[in-house]
């Protein structure tokens, strides 16, 4: 089974509608994040958490929400989607030890119609 | 703010060719910079981490080196094989126990039978 598995991969939902994009990590990682994937803008950061009582923003927050359930679980919410959020979304993890890699989830390629 | 660019944003090479490529960032003060892959449809996996004391790093055909004074990594790919075909990204952290990371927009790398 995936270390970092995020649901669901694919999603098309309309203008104005809330949407929630689930993340579940089993290597006991203390820290996850949420990016977005523009095509030629690379990946962005939109929120991080470092543990379950600590969440803050990344560049891109605007337009978006997150909870972090338990340390396993990081969620992230769109509450009234709009078309330019029309894009590849990954979760990642990361031990927080100083100096590690971090690990992606497959991604959940979202559209807003 | 720190800015990573790759050029360039496409090569393709014919199969067995030795390749380069390349990574800058603007902002010196790095705490490691990593090399992904990413494969479409799938996330990003982490090819090597380069801590910003080291030069290189080495796995298997891969070598990425670090110049953190100059601002530039590069990854150099030998005997390159159609498997090497894929989006590659260098990312930079910022610092020790903060490992939010700053993504370039990718190198997309075909390797021609």
């Known amino acids: 089974d995936a270390d970092v598995t995020q649901t669901p991969r694919n999603r098309i939902t309309k203008t104005g509608k809330r949407i929630m994009l689930e993340c579940s990590q089993t290597k006991g990682h203390d820290r996850m994040y949420w990016y977005r994937q523009d095509p030629g803008l690379g990946l962005q950061l939109i929120y991080y958490?470092?543990?379950?009582?600590?969440?803050n923003k990344g560049e891109i927050s605007d337009g978006y929400s997150v909870s972090r359930q338990a340390q396993a679980k990081f969620s992230l919410s769109l509450e009234s989607a709009i078309p330019n959020q029309t894009a590849l979304y990954f979760c990642a993890t990361s031990g927080g030890r100083g100096g590690e890699t971090q690990y992606f989830g497959p991604g959940t390629r979202l559209l807003v119609l | 703010k720190q800015e990573v660019t790759q050029i360039p944003a496409a090569l393709s090479v014919p199969e067995g060719e030795n390749l380069v490529l390349n990574c800058s960032f603007t902002d010196s003060a790095i705490y490691n910079l990593q090399w992904f892959r990413q494969d479409p449809g799938k996330g990003l996996t982490s090819l090597l981490l380069?801590?910003?004391?080291?030069r290189e790093q080495t796995s298997g055909r891969l070598n990425a080196s670090l110049d953190k004074s100059s601002g530039r990594s590069t990854l150099y790919i030998a005997a390159s094989q159609p498997g090497d075909s894929a989006t590659y990204l260098c990312?930079?952290?910022?610092?020790?126990?903060?490992?939010?990371?700053?993504f370039g927009t990718g190198t997309r790398l075909t390797i021609i039978p």
């Open positions: 380069i801590q910003s004391s080291q």
């Open positions: 990312a930079v952290s910022a610092g020790f126990g903060n490992e939010k990371l700053t």
């Open positions: 958490s470092f543990d379950v009582k600590d969440i």
